[in-house]
């Protein structure tokens, strides 16, 4: 089980910046910008494609706690970086899926 699936399970403690239905939204432990949040799914997927298999509603409403997310950070107007790591090019180091949002300073393109 990856560590992501033992946090939503309480078996190991997180530091969480909210829980609801949908997601577990914790802080990064190696934070890459004044703000790293990663948005954990409560709906099993080891990554990106696995979300073929959820209904529309629920892909849906995963990409809408990112807005809930950047106005609980207060950053929604400033703005903020969506990253989804999918796989070995993608760079994903956990096999469980996650949004990455980055906040607080303006972000560089083109990413490395
Ligand atoms: P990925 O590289 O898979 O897209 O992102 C994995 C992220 O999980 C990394 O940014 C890494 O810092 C973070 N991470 C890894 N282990 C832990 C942990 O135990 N706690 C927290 N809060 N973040 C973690």
Redesign the pocket.
């Known amino acids: 089980m990856t ?1 992501f699936e033992k946090m939503l399970n309480k078996e190991i403690p ?2 969480i910046l909210f829980e609801d239905e949908n997601v577990l939204a ?5 934070p ?1 910008a004044p703000e ?1 949040i ?1 948005l954990i799914p409560k709906e099993t997927a080891a990554g990106l494609n696995d979300i073929e298999n959820w209904s529309d509603e629920q892909a849906g409403r995963y990409l809408k706690t990112v807005v809930k997310t950047a106005k609980l950070l207060g950053v929604d107007k400033s703005g903020y970086r969506l ?1 989804i ?1 999918s796989g070995r090019h993608g ?4 096999p469980y899926l ?1 949004m ?1 949002i980055l906040a607080g300073r303006r972000m560089n393109w083109p990413p490395g």
């Not at 760079?91 to 956990?94: E, L, R």
């Open positions: 560590i997180a530091n914790i802080h990064d432990i190696d890459q790293h990663l990253v790591n760079g994903q180091t956990v996650h990455h």
